[in-house]
């Protein structure tokens, strides 16, 4: 089973997509600034995934936490 959340939070995942679209576009006779361009965008669009994921990850962690502690109180 793929762990997407783990996926799109790696750099290394992103920066490969980002190295391989380049490379098609550059194959496919595309201009450098072409591949430029779409790469940039595909590490900006990564940065606002993995943000979004993490903080995500992060909020459910924290409710999660409160949730057991105050499973243990008692009125």
């Not at 595309?30 to 591949?35: T, V, Y």
Request: neutral net charge; glycine residues 14%; without cysteine.
């Amino acid at each position: 089973m793929i762990d997407w959340k783990r996926k799109l939070t790696s750099r290394k995942f992103w920066m490969s997509l980002a190295g391989f679209v380049a490379g098609a576009v550059a194959l496919f006779g595309g201009s450098g600034e072409l591949a430029d361009k779409i790469s940039g965008a595909i590490l900006s669009g990564a940065a606002v995934i993995s943000y979004i994921i993490g903080e995500g990850m992060t909020d459910s962690a924290a409710v999660s936490s409160e949730s057991s502690d105050s499973k243990g109180d008692k009125l």
